[in-house]
Structure formats: C-alpha cells, structure tokens
C-alpha cells in the first residue's frame, strides 16, 4: 500500500490555488445534481462533503475529486421513481437505502481486494452508457426549464412531447438558462475562472433585481443543511432486495467511471494507485453521505479533470476545495437558495455537453471493433430508460465477459528454435514440438464456465498423440474455483489411468496449496511445479528417461 508523502512548499500553494478554483465549479454542480436525483438541495452538498473529504484522507489518486455525479444521480432518480409509485417520503427512503447499500458494496469489494476487476464494464459499453445518458440528462434539463411535463422515460416518445408544447414553454425560464450557458462559455476560455459559482452569483444578482420569480422563473429554495443521522429506513424486505440488484448495478458504474477517472490520469502522470485502498475510500465516502441522506458519490472525470488543469499536485487540493465549500454554506447559504433553477440546469447542460462527443464511440468503428455494443449500450438508455438502460449495459459486460472467459481454448506450445521460450504453435508455425511430450496451456484462466471443456480438450489432444508426458501450464491461472479443481483432479486421475506422466508448470501458489491437497496429485505420475514451462518440460524428459 502507497504511503502518504509530505507535499512540499511550493506543491501546497498549487494545491490550495486548485482547491480555490474547483470549489466554485463544484457547489453548483452538487446542488445541480441533486435536482436531477430529485432530492433535496442540501442532498448533492452532502455528498461532496463526504466525497472530497474521505477520499483526500484514504484515496491514492493526486487528482480524482470525489463528489456527486451526474451519471449516478441519474440512476438514483429512475430507481426511487419506479419503487416509491409517487410517495415522496418513501422516495427519500429509498434513496437513503440505495446510497447505503452501494457504500456497503463498495466496502465489502475493498475488504476483499476485488480491486483487480477494474475491467468488469468494457469500455465501449461504458461509453456508449454515458453518451445515451448525457443526451437524456441535457433533454430532461430542457424539458424541467421549459415547464414541459414528460410522461415517458422513452427518449423516443418525449421527443415529440417536447415540440408538441412549444406554444406552452416558460420563455423566461429558456431566456435565463440560455444566458447562462453563454456566460459558461465565456468563463470556460479564461483560466482558473469559476465558471459555476459566478454564474450562479450573477443568477442571484438577476433573480432579485429584475423579480425573475414573477415571470414563472422559479428558485431552487431552503437548503437545509443540518446534520443528522439518519435512521435505517423500514422497508419491506423485497424493498431491500430490489435496492440490492440496484446498488450492485450502480456500484458497477461508479465505480468504472471513477477507476476509468483514476486510472487515466495515474497513467498519465506515471502516479501508482491502490484500487482496492480507493474502494475502501469510495465505500466510506457513500456510507457518510447516506448516513446523512446525501447521494452517491464518484470520481467524475470532468471534476478530475477540472482539478488537474488547476495545477493540484496532490489531495490536498480536495481537502482545501472542501474547506472552501464549508466556508460558502456557512456564510452564505441563505444567498445559494436564491438561485434560479434554469442556473443549475444550464451549469448541468453545459457540464455534460462539454462530453457529448461522437470522437470516443466513433473509433469503434473506425477499428471495427465492439460495433455493437456501442450501438447497443446507446439504444438501451435512450429507449428503455435510464434505470433498464443501466442494468442493460451491465448485463451485456457480463455476458461479453463470460463468452469470452468461456470460449477460451487449449493452446498446444512447441519450442521457438533454441531458445528457451515456448509459444503457441497455431500462430507459430517455426516453433517445434519436444518428441515423446504434449505441453499445452489454457489460453485463458480456468473457472467454473471453461474448466471442464479445456481440460477435456487437452485429454482428446494427449490420446491422438504418441506422447510418454504431458506437461499442463497454468500460468493464466493464479488462483483456482472448486469447479476448476474438481475439473483438476478428474483430469490428474485420467491421465494417469492412460498411462502417462503429467507435469504441472507455472502452478501459483494459492492453487498449488489446493492440488497438493487432492488424493490424485499423491501419484507418482502427478508433479505440481512452479518452474517454468522449459523448466518443466526438463523435469519430464528427466522422469521418462529414469
């Protein structure tokens, strides 16, 4: 684990210079996002209370901004929505247990160090999730200033909901946003400018001098931010378990946008990072916030982003950013709760628009590769909605997983000239085989879906060749499930009732203490190795020729 390193002098200034900027960006984003969780203002602070402050104590990335996210409030609306059936007290429940729920999860994963599954929603699925959801989210935003009511989640069908109420629109509302949206432009090409917090300064400012409440211009109101735990929410038990299949998805999500944050910018800066210590930081920060009924919180990338090109040199600037929001909320509040809510839904647009990009889903094609998937992670949000959508896309990033964990083959290796080295002779033809010996490899890690296939393909190869030995290398393998070791033992016993000598290579050693353990590993016949695959192959032409 990555140790804390002291920040020196000059680090501390960038860092306190970032943490300055990146307030005024953040506080409006979080009371943005809460509106498109629907939930209370205060819900969003809470959550970037939470977020900057137990990831710059136990986070490992120098940049992520851990804090709400639009992809996850999102998610949280649809999911209470289809749950509380239009009860706002049961909606606030629910919310509470989803939030917890997925900081539970997020903990449970760090404590088991499940940090390695970085990968387990593919990029392009990913991608194509949060363009689809982008374009809804500006939609719904749209549609919320305007005063349009939508009926449908299908993006397809409000569409045409939103130009049949033309004549209806708030004018004022769309005059407010749009002028926002100009003034987020503006700000955006001088640096180190906070955006956000000035057009929300200048909202407050119009709002009052030119009485935008009497033009239909609504407020965003009370925030109320006094603490207090929460208690555990009485739900029926489907309740809870319809929370948990939400929260897993969810957590899926987050935590790919946020190791996806995490990861590129540690890439970039040659940083290292523990992704199972960052779970534990994203599982405190979600349990915090829902504890006191704040949202989901994540490492988004324009947050991230925002941080880095505001010269942060370490978490520090996370924790300065945090101090920055305490001293707003503290003296100025009452101000914040002025804000026009065509403001908020402006810094939203503008915040997503800015990753609205066809560039990143558009080399898939150019590759001609994932295709599909693209095209099918899109169409999910945007015709089923943004709750089915999600758990479309996760199902399909499982289902890529296992086919191809689960059509992984046998590969038969032969020795490359006089080296050492030992390749798959299907892709190389110049590699050669050891006479009297079958060495093969599985070409992916065995578990319960393949285990049994490719050792039953090894056995088909070993009766088809005059071989004395056959040596199995289990270096894509470094640790074993019961199926695969059922598989294992069942495979040791028929090797040896064909009358040959089996030598395992490249056995780790969480595997190696589980066969060492098995009766059929006892056999002379049976040899579980570490060597390598040359090492190995010695060890059984010694054996055959004593």
């Known amino acids: 684990m990555k140790t804390a390193t002291v920040v020196p002098p000059s680090n501390r200034t960038q860092d306190i210079l970032a943490g300055l900027s990146i307030a005024g960006l953040l506080l409006p984003e979080a009371v943005a996002y809460s509106s498109i969780a629907a ?18 104590l136990f986070g490992t990335s120098r940049f992520a901004i851990v804090s709400a996210t639009s992809s996850s409030a999102a998610v949280l609306a649809a999911a209470t929505a289809s749950l509380a059936g239009g009860d706002p007290a049961l909606r606030l429940s629910l919310a509470f247990g989803l939030v917890l729920i997925t900081g539970v999860l997020f903990l449970l994963a760090g404590l088991f160090k499940l940090g390695g599954v970085t990968s387990f929603i593919a990029k392009p699925v990913l991608r194509g999730f949060a363009f689809g959801l982008a374009l809804t989210i500006i939609l719904k935003q ?30 004022p509302a769309a005059m407010v946003a749009a002028a926002a949206l100009m003034l987020l432009w503006v700000c955006a090409r001088v640096p180190r400018l906070p955006g956000g917090l000035l057009v929300v300064i200048l909202g407050i400012v119009a709002g009052q001098y030119l009485d935008l409440q009497a033009q239909g211009v609504a407020l965003i109101g009370l925030i109320d931010l006094r603490l207090a735990l929460g208690h555990l929410p009485a739900l029926p038990f489907g309740d809870w378990l319809r929370l948990g299949e939400l929260a897993f998805a969810l957590v899926m999500i987050l935590y790919a946008e946020s190791y996806g944050s995490i990861s590129s910018f540690a890439l970039k800066h040659g940083d290292r990072v523990s992704s199972n210590r960052d779970l534990l930081a994203l599982g405190a920060a979600n349990l915090i916030s829902a504890l006191f009924h704040g949202m989901p919180a994540g490492a988004g990338y324009s947050a991230t982003s925002a941080n880095e090109a505001a010269g942060a040199g370490s978490r520090l600037a996370g924790i300065v950013a945090a101090l920055v929001v305490l001293v707003i909320v503290l003296t100025v509040l009452p101000y914040v709760a002025l804000t026009p809510e065509p403001v908020l839904a402006a810094i939203v647009i503008y915040a997503l628009g800015r990753g609205l990009s066809l560039q990143p889903l558009g080399r898939y094609f150019l590759w001609r590769r994932d295709r599909l998937l693209v095209i099918c992670a899109v169409a999910a949000v945007l015709v089923l909605g943004v709750l089915d959508g999600l758990l479309v896309s996760v199902a399909i990033s499982v289902m890529l997983m296992l086919r191809q964990m689960s059509s992984a083959d046998i590969q038969v290796l032969g020795r490359l000239a006089d080296s050492h080295d030992f390749v798959d002779r299907q892709h190389h033809p110049d590699a050669v085989e050891v006479p009297g010996l079958l060495i093969v490899r599985p070409s992916e890690a065995l578990f319960f879906a393949n285990a049994e296939r490719i050792l039953g393909a090894a056995l088909r190869l070993m009766r088809h060749a005059q071989v004395k030995a056959v040596v199995l290398s289990l270096e894509e393998s470094p640790d074993l499930d019961g199926t695969s070791v059922e598989a294992l033992a069942a495979f040791f016993a028929q090797v040896r009732g064909e009358g040959k000598r089996l030598v395992l290579a490249r056995v780790r050693h969480n595997a190696l203490d589980m066969l060492q353990a098995l009766p059929e590993a006892l056999a002379p016949q049976v040899l579980l190795s570490g060597l390598s695959v040359d090492g190995a192959v010695q060890l059984a032409l010694a054996k055959s020729q004593a």
């Open 142 to 171: 749209l549609a919320s200033v305007v005063g349009v009511h939508l009926t449908d989640n299908n993006l397809i069908r409000f569409l045409p909901q939103l130009v049949e109420q033309l004549p209806d629109w708030n004018w």
């Open 39 to 56: 939930l209370p203002p205060q819900a969003g602070v809470i959550a970037l209370f939470a977020g900057l402050v137990c990831y710059g």
